[in-house]
């Protein structure tokens, strides 16, 4: 256990070493929320609801979608496709701590850090603009936003590390990530709710990933459950087992393919 403690802390201590650079990542994000907040104040100027949404619960959403962001689509993983291609990968590979293990641990300690600075960033907004918010809280309510959660933090680790594990067969890694954010912010909800679009495209979604990252979370903790249909619980974690089964074929034939000669 000792050995795990001690990679979560120097995992945590590598974002310190470069203090200005994570301060200026965290203005950026709180600078990004100010902006949505006030585009979308303006949107409801003169108007009690729009797309069925209140101005309070479109406002909650804006900085829901900011702590889920920060939450489960922050990864330390991507740093896998430049240790293929760099071979750093052998060095890992050869540690006392089990590869995957290690990958958990930093992993976490990246959570932590997110965690703590997305609350942190949220706080001095909250402080400095003093929005009304609508959160509906319940028992319920967290156990199914703490499983919608916890599922959308798999699928996108799961999905982030297969678009890793590309680097065993070509070192253009960057735009295949590229494609994969761009296709995240548009479908996962972080521009907009994704329940005013056609309902026949909503539903269609609901058979993707992409909504169970940041939407239903959100919408659960500012609406409850009571709108969410039963297969919006089954079919996330259908995803988990097929991606996790997916990561681990590419990983395997990877791995029986891979060839590095260092100097």
Do not use: C
Request: charged share 10%; hydrophobic share 55%.
């Amino acid at each position: 256990m000792k050995k795990y403690i001690v990679a979560f802390k120097l995992s945590v201590e590598e974002y310190f070493v470069y203090r200005l650079n994570f301060g200026m990542w965290r203005f950026r994000v709180l600078l990004n929320m100010v902006l949505i907040y006030f585009l979308w104040s303006a949107v409801f100027s003169g108007h009690r609801q729009v797309l069925g949404y209140t101005e309070s619960a479109m406002l909650t959403y804006v900085l829901v979608i900011s702590l889920l962001s920060d939450i489960v689509l922050s990864s330390r993983i991507h740093e896998v496709g430049a240790q293929i291609l760099n071979g750093d990968i052998v060095n890992h590979l050869l540690k006392p701590i089990p590869f995957f293990k290690y990958l958990g641990v930093k992993e976490a300690a990246d959570k932590a850090i997110n965690i703590v600075s997305s609350i942190v960033t949220i706080a001095v907004f909250i402080l400095l603009v003093k929005p009304e918010l609508t959160i509906t809280f319940s028992l319920p309510n967290a156990i199914s936003f703490l499983y919608f959660l916890l599922v959308g933090i798999a699928m996108s680790f799961f999905i982030s590390f297969s678009i890793s594990l590309i680097a065993f067969w070509t070192p253009e890694i960057w735009a295949p990530r590229f494609i994969y954010f761009i296709l995240i912010f548009m479908l996962a909800g972080n521009y907009f709710p994704l329940d005013i679009l056609p309902k026949s495209l909503f539903n269609a979604l609901l058979l993707t990933p992409f909504p169970y990252f940041i939407f239903l979370p959100a919408k659960i903790l500012i609406f409850g459950t009571a709108s969410i249909p039963l297969v919006a619980y089954i079919t996330p974690l259908m995803w988990v087992v097929v991606l996790y089964k997916l990561t681990l074929s590419i990983w395997r034939k990877g791995m029986q393919e891979y060839s590095f000669y260092g100097r």
